[in-house]
């Protein structure tokens, strides 16, 4: 199962990502089906240099320091972590990774069980393996999520199960890492049964956004956990990937027909909106928050420029 969409911090099952590096020299994409490929490119010349094959390849984080990605084999339940040249580093065994702090403290892996169960893992990570911390186990399907910038809050989605194994009632949980306890627990009121298929931290950990398959997106303070925005775009279809510029100037959302909308924040108002004939796999902002990548399934890459000048928003 593949969303159109679905990114490297979407869930445990995913389809590739969009990564930039935090000294904003190198960009990343995972792309492709069953048979995919990392490739690896110079932000300055906006082209690949390098591609590595892996099956089913997803990506997860750039590490602080600028020379390792870690990305994730599924089915392999394989860690791997390369550099930024192509080169692979390290394998680890570690499960079926869902996300990867972007400090590279923490690892979450999950663990499907009988009757539509998914047990959530949140362990210590360290290049020289990993110690679980906390074991989320209820009755309840669990995966896109993600961890806050400064690695104190971890968000998850999970569908809380009918006797059918249908799910029933979606709902975002964060946990706060420090005591292991909830610190709010989210959701769409009056649309409970909608699936959250996006969720994301800002950059400076201030809001957390998530998305439904309504086509609704609500921005949350964190902490405090207060709506600061809702945005009720249902004629574009679910939503599918949230990204936040590093300097919180915009908000990028991509909806489930292929349809592209920019937000300026804080007042989240459109900046922009595109439609876009084939399949998008993922979206990410460089790390100077000067361009936004739209990464399609056959691994092109498009680059926005944001701000003036010609093909800006």
């Given at each position: 199962?593949?969303f159109?969409?679905?990114?490297a911090?979407?869930?445990y099952?995913?389809?590739?990502?969009?990564?930039?590096?935090?000294?904003?020299k190198y960009?990343?994409?995972?792309?492709?089906?069953?048979?995919?490929t990392?490739?690896?490119?110079l932000y300055?010349d906006?082209?690949?240099?390098?591609?590595?094959?892996?099956p089913?390849?997803?990506?997860?984080?750039?590490?602080?320091d600028?020379?390792?990605?870690?990305?994730g084999?599924?089915?392999?339940?394989?860690?791997?972590?390369?550099?930024l040249?192509g080169?692979?580093?390290?394998?680890?065994?570690?499960?079926?990774v869902?996300?990867i702090?972007?400090r590279?403290?923490y690892?979450?892996?999950?663990?499907?069980?009988?009757?539509?169960?998914t047990?959530l893992?949140?362990s210590?990570?360290?290049e020289?393996?990993?110690?679980?911390?906390?074991?989320l186990?209820?009755?309840?399907?669990k995966?896109?999520?993600?961890?806050s910038?400064?690695e104190r809050?971890?968000?998850y989605?999970?569908?809380?199960?009918a006797?059918?194994?249908?799910?029933?009632?979606?709902f975002?949980?964060v946990?706060?890492?420090?005591t292991?306890?909830?610190?709010a627990n989210?959701s769409?009121p009056g649309?409970?049964?909608?699936?959250?298929?996006a969720?994301?931290?800002s950059?400076?950990?201030k809001m957390?956004?998530?998305?439904?398959s309504?086509?609704e997106?609500r921005?949350i303070s964190?902490?405090?956990?207060?709506?600061?925005?809702i945005?009720?775009d249902?004629?574009?279809?679910?939503v599918?990937?949230i990204?936040?510029?590093?300097?919180?100037?915009?908000m990028?959302?991509?909806?489930?027909n292929?349809?592209?909308?920019v937000?300026s924040?804080?007042g989240?108002?459109?900046v922009?909106?595109?439609?876009?004939?084939?399949?998008?796999?993922d979206?990410?902002f460089?790390?100077?928050?000067?361009?936004?990548g739209?990464?399609?399934?056959?691994g092109?890459?498009?680059?926005v420029?944001?701000?003036g000048g010609?093909?800006?928003l």
């Open positions: 199962m593949m159109s969409g679905q990114s911090f979407a869930g099952i995913c389809g590739g990502g969009l990564l930039f590096s935090p000294d904003n960009f990343v994409a995972g792309w492709g089906a069953s048979e995919s990392i490739s690896f490119g300055k906006k082209k690949y240099f390098k591609s590595v094959t892996l089913s390849p997803c990506l997860y984080a750039v590490s602080p600028s020379r390792r990605v870690a990305a084999v599924p089915g392999e339940n394989k860690l791997l972590m390369l550099s040249k080169e692979i580093l390290q394998e680890l065994e570690v499960g079926a869902t996300n702090s972007r590279f403290r690892l979450a892996t999950v663990k499907a069980e009988g009757q539509g169960n047990v893992t949140v210590d990570f360290s020289g393996g990993y110690k679980p911390r906390y074991v186990s209820d009755m309840s399907d995966g896109w999520s993600d961890f910038p400064d809050y971890f968000a989605y999970y569908g809380k199960l006797r059918d194994g249908n799910i029933a009632a979606g975002i949980n946990i706060d890492l420090k292991g306890k909830s610190a989210l769409f649309d409970s049964r909608s699936p959250i298929r969720l994301r931290f950059p400076d950990g957390l956004a998530y998305g439904s309504q086509g997106v921005v964190c902490p405090g956990w207060k709506p600061v925005k945005i009720k249902r004629g574009y279809g679910g599918e990937a990204r936040i510029a590093g300097n919180g100037a915009y990028a959302v991509l909806y489930a292929e349809g592209l909308k937000y924040v804080p989240f108002e459109a922009s909106t595109k439609k876009y004939e084939s399949t998008v796999l979206l990410g460089s790390a100077d928050s000067g361009t936004l739209v990464l399609f399934v056959d092109r890459l498009n680059f420029r944001l701000g010609a093909g800006a």
